[in-house]
């Protein structure tokens, strides 16, 4: 099968959405597929750039920035980014290729444009791969109001909605959100695509938790985006409830919109049970969580949607047990405390989750098992193996 894989991140972004699509579209090499990756690329000087990459030819298409700048322009390169990879892609060395599948990733809800223009000229399927679902949850946690600004974004995502043949979410909480939509479309299909993870050697990391002030501590860890979804409060106040325990210690690793804040916050209430780092190179979160003991997850409590989040799957795989402070509801509290891999609070202030943390360093003198079901959830659920397999055979049947 030729399959295009359409997105907006991809490495060197270290995002776990880039992560996931490397590893996605190796698979697809592994599994005898020819595959090519369309790329909106801000950063270009030219109007494209094509490389290979372990078999994967990638085509990084000029666009619109639409990270790090304000609102108003982000909204704007957003719209604009589908036709600007378009056009780009027109002009290279890749236009007249052919495709058997497109396969694209949300989010972004913004490609429904240049994935229905690749449909219409080689006549073939599509299977949107949904991580959230957006602008959904941002209205549930009123980062917008349900007015004007929300009904155009809804507009936007139900148009790439119906650009796909398939639809894969990644809980079966998200199933109910279809209802309406399958009802409407019932052509389309909607199904559970577990997120995964390719296997990831452990290659070291620059970060030495033995050389720092928490060294021979318990690590918990949390790695990865700090802004406003996250509520990142309450993992702060986790480690300033816990100060006093002089065996755990707290890492924050990553960036975000809240990561000075909460740097500032720990510095002000002079917590010297917590580390701060920059972002890592995904490579190097094996060794990161090799140091590490307990993983952390948190969730803003106003999410009604159900969301695993990627780093779920690194901790797993790490053999990391999961300390998650989630909405009440989510999908993911039955995922971790009927598999045995960790606890989860669904106090919206997170105030059970010093109670919880240390339960979860006696079950780990009492149950060393529990970092061996860890690995075993994310052999069998999290594999890019099987969400290869499930993707190709949902787009071979229609």
Request: proline fraction near 5%; include cysteine.
């Amino acid at each position: 099968m030729r399959v295009a894989i359409v997105a907006d991140v991809y490495p060197p972004l270290r995002s776990s959405g880039a992560v996931q699509l490397r590893d996605l579209s190796n698979e697809f090499v592994r599994q005898g597929h020819d595959t090519t990756v369309l790329i909106a690329s801000p950063e270009l000087d030219s109007a494209y750039r094509i490389d290979e990459a372990n078999g994967v030819t990638i085509a990084r298409l000029k666009s619109p920035k639409t990270k790090d700048i304000g609102y108003a322009r982000r909204m704007a390169g957003e719209f604009l980014m589908p036709f600007a990879m378009r056009r780009n892609l027109s002009r290279s060395p890749l236009a007249e290729c052919r495709y058997d599948a497109v396969i694209w990733y949300s989010p972004t809800i913004f490609l429904g444009p240049i994935v229905r223009w690749l449909k219409r000229s080689n006549d073939c399927s599509s299977y949107l791969i949904i991580r959230d679902i957006f602008p959904q949850w941002a209205a549930d946690m009123g980062l917008i109001s349900r007015g004007p600004a929300f009904r155009l974004l809804d507009a936007i995502a139900n148009y790439q909605y119906r650009s796909a043949d398939v639809i894969g979410v990644q809980t079966p909480g998200n199933l109910a959100f279809f209802e309406r939509f399958l009802a409407e479309y019932p052509d389309r299909k909607v199904q559970v695509l577990q997120n995964w993870l390719a296997d990831a050697p452990d290659r070291g990391c620059a970060i030495d938790i033995g050389r720092t002030g928490l060294s021979g501590r318990r690590i918990f860890v949390y790695a990865g985006n700090m802004g406003v979804a996250q509520q990142m409060d309450k993992l702060l106040g986790l480690a300033a409830a816990m100060r006093d325990r002089s065996d755990i210690g707290f890492l924050f690793v990553g960036r975000g919109s809240e990561a000075q804040r909460l740097r500032d916050l720990a510095a002000r209430d002079a917590l010297d049970n917590v580390l701060f780092f920059d972002e890592i190179s995904p490579d190097e979160i094996p060794g990161l969580y090799r140091q590490c003991h307990v993983g952390m997850i948190s969730l803003d409590c106003r999410h009604r949607t159900h969301n695993i989040p990627g780093k779920f799957l690194t901790y797993m795989q790490s053999g990391l047990p999961t300390l998650a402070s989630i909405n009440d509801g989510n999908d993911l509290k039955t995922l971790v405390e009927t598999r045995g891999v960790g606890r989860v609070s669904v106090d919206p202030e997170g105030h059970d989750l010093p109670g919880l943390a240390a339960a979860m360093m006696e079950n780990e003198i009492v149950d060393p098992a529990m970092r061996d079901r860890c690995r075993n959830l994310s052999d069998e659920l999290f594999s890019a193996r099987a969400a290869v397999r499930q993707i190709v055979e949902a787009l071979s049947v229609r």
